[in-house]
């Protein structure tokens, strides 16, 4: 029998297309036998009754039961019937909201309102493309009709599901079968691989990022280290957020964020039973400074003397000279490769960029400051320590990454050495750090000055470029990554 099928309530339904074996009742699917063998199930539910305890609702329900991938969702038709809960969903919308303000979709600064259906993702209206995508990757139904509203500028009124019978226009019916067979050819009837390799796993990066966490030859060696250990490894972008139940795990190589796609990919590949490198709990702890100093304070973990700002008036500042003198470090909470952190040496310095920094974030962390030559950087894997480099300060500045106007990055030498030539203490300190984020792959930034070794930040994404972090190691590096996913998800299959 076919593993991918769309479920309807009544062949009915159905009469406007082409029939097709796929295409099965509600009663069907309800008494369908389980299948042999563990392969995957498709299920493209199209019910009609999508309220709690509906038909459409309990499609999914018994999708998500047997183990089938399923679209919508029950999260997506509970999310769906609350606007208070779909609304949160609906920040990264914005920028293809703001676009419709040019085009012929405003001639006017009047009160407007406009109603457009999305299938799969695909909309009749070319304005609108940029929009229908992104809510399909938010809302994965087959058919949206979408709600906008425009006063001083659009936004989204109303989200909700449209049953197949509903579709009557022509135009739409048309596009309704040409979005369904573009989807189901590209995604759920994706070929599989030859047996050869036992697991599939996604590796999601950008090929526009400046400054990734590994650039182009550490992804193929990664690729090619995973098919050696029979794991396909095949490279997705941000529009791939609907393939994740095709594969069996998901290694992010994408600078992580808590409001950015690569944290909606590592929730959903964890809901979806993937093994997840970076796992969604590992990002929340590592990618916010104020809540990785509070954790490692806490915990006891060595650390640069520490201060959250919270108001940044006289009275904290004076605490601030008295408690670190000059100069000394402001930090924004979500920075990443030294963006977001400045170094101050003065009083006047100081009242200048933490106005600046509190426009970006409530709170700022200060931190004294501690020169060094270099910066270690212990590689974790699995609570094992897996690579070590030195990375030396820019010249002629304090950062081991120099960011210039005109958007140019300068970064300062390194060298890669055994793990077994670090001194102890700092690997013991990297170590203590990383237990206490979890069991994943992490980079642990270090300073040390004489005997004193203190934790900089723990990174949940941390950079394995080609001849730099896998120089001593070289392809090891890659098989050893690789071969912690093969042992993950097998125990998942298990």
Excluded at 149 to 177: N, P
Excluded at 209 to 238: H, Y
Aim: net charge neutral; hydrophobic share 35%; with cysteine.
């Amino acid at each position: 029998m076919s593993s991918f099928y769309v479920v309807v309530d009544d062949f009915a339904d159905w009469k406007p297309y082409y029939p097709s074996d796929d295409v099965i009742s509600f009663e069907t699917y309800l008494n369908l036998a389980a299948r042999p063998g563990g392969d995957r199930v498709r299920v493209i539910n199209c019910c009609r009754n999508t309220r709690a305890l509906g038909r459409a609702y309990y499609c999914s329900l018994l999708a998500e039961g047997r183990g089938h991938h399923v679209i919508p969702t029950v999260q997506v038709l509970n999310d769906l019937r609350r606007k208070s809960l779909y609304s949160l969903e609906l920040g990264d919308t914005k920028r293809a909201l703001d676009k419709l303000a040019g085009s012929a979709l405003s001639d006017s600064d009047d009160e407007a309102t406009l109603r457009f259906r999305v299938f799969f993702g695909e909309t009749l209206l070319p304005e609108l493309k940029e929009l229908g995508k992104q809510l399909f990757e938010r809302f994965a139904c087959p058919v949206l009709e979408v709600q906008l509203h425009h006063g001083r500028e659009w936004h989204v009124e109303k989200i909700q599901q449209v049953a197949v019978r509903d579709i009557s226009a022509e135009a739409e019916q048309e596009l309704f079968a040409h979005a369904l067979e573009r989807f189901s050819s590209k995604i759920w009837r994706k070929p599989r691989y030859k047996r050869r390799y036992r697991y599939e796993l996604a590796m999601l990066a950008d090929s526009q990022e400046e400054m990734p966490p590994s650039d182009k030859t550490a992804l193929k060696r990664f690729i090619k280290a995973g098919n050696q250990l029979g794991i396909n490894v095949e490279l997705i972008g941000k529009r791939d957020y609907n393939r994740l139940p095709e594969y069996d795990g998901l290694f992010i190589r994408e600078t992580t964020s808590i409001d950015h796609h690569t944290y909606r990919f590592a929730r959903k590949a964890e809901a979806e039973g993937l093994v997840v490198m970076d796992d969604p709990t590992s990002i929340l702890r590592c990618t916010n400074k104020v809540y990785l100093a509070e954790l490692l304070r806490t915990h006891n973990v060595p650390t640069p003397n520490t201060r959250i700002v919270s108001r940044g008036d006289r009275a904290e500042m004076d605490e601030l000279c008295q408690a670190f003198g000059f100069p000394m470090v402001l930090k924004v909470p979500d920075g990443s490769f030294s963006r977001g952190v400045v170094k101050v040496n003065d009083r006047e310095q100081l009242e200048f960029e933490l106005r600046q920094l509190m426009q970006k974030s409530a709170l700022i962390i200060a931190q004294e400051y501690l020169y060094t030559e270099h910066d270690w950087r212990i590689g974790i894997l699995n609570n094992k320590p897996l690579y070590a480099c030195r990375y030396y300060m820019v010249r002629d500045h304090w950062q081991i990454y120099h960011h210039k106007e005109g958007g140019q990055v300068a970064s300062g030498d390194f060298d890669t050495l055994p793990t077994y030539e670090v001194p102890r203490q700092v690997l013991d300190a990297a170590l203590k750090a990383s237990r206490l984020i979890g069991d994943g792959l992490y980079g642990v930034d270090l300073k040390q000055d004489g005997k004193r070794v203190v934790v900089i930040e723990v990174n949940d994404n941390p950079s394995i470029d080609a001849g730099v972090e896998d120089k001593f190691l070289g392809e090891t590096l890659y098989h050893e990554v690789m071969a912690e996913f093969l042992r993950r998800m097998a125990l998942q299959k298990q």
